[in-house]
Structure formats: structure tokens, C-alpha cells
């Protein structure tokens, strides 16, 4: 089960929970592209209760950084857990987005 919810702040603030994955993935990309074009601002995705990401989900997020970067935006994570961050870790994409403590 995936679900996820935006806020509008300084940054869009972007919560998934659960599982981030092939069946997933196509729906949080359109969604939060759509959010963003609503929003145009930076982007923090909060990972409190995302459980997993694969490789789908990696691209996604290229995707959507790739998108924003065209009008200089950003994106950072914040509360990754470990698992995920050694993900991230392992194919250097924690030296593209921003990590946040």
C-alpha cells in the first residue's frame, strides 16, 4: 500500500508512505508533477514513513529532479531511513539531492 499527501510551505513538502515501487511509481511521478507545476517551489520529501524504494522509484525521483531543475529548483530528503539511504548511498544519489538531517 502507497499513499501520499503534499503541503504547500516554504518548500512543497511531499509525504510517502509505504512503498515506493514498480506498481506504484507512474501515479506519485504524475502527481507530484502536478503539485509542483501548482506550486513551483523546491521540493522536501519527508521519508518519516516511506518503507521502501526500489529502482523505479529512484528514476521517478530523477525524473521529477530532472523536470523542476529547468526552473532552477531542487529537491532534498529529510528522515531517510537507513535502508534507504544506503540506496542512495550506493548509487551516488545522495551526492545529487540534498540530504537533510
Known sequence: MFEVSYENKD??????????????????????????????KNILIDGKELEYIDSTGLGALMYILNEIEKNDHK????????????????TKLDSIFEMRD
Not at 508512505?17 to 506504484?24: N, R
Not at 529537491?75 to 550506493?90: G, Q, T
Open 75 to 90: 529537491i532534498a530528503l529529510v528522515n531517510i531511513k537507513k535502508n534507504i539511504m544506503k540506496l542512495f548511498s550506493i
Open 11 to 40: 518548500e512543497l513538502v511531499i509525504y510517502p508512505k509505504g512503498e515506493l515501487d514498480l506498481y506504484t511509481t507512474e501515479d506519485f511521478k504524475k502527481d507530484t508533477l502536478n503539485k509542483y507545476n501548482e506550486y513551483k
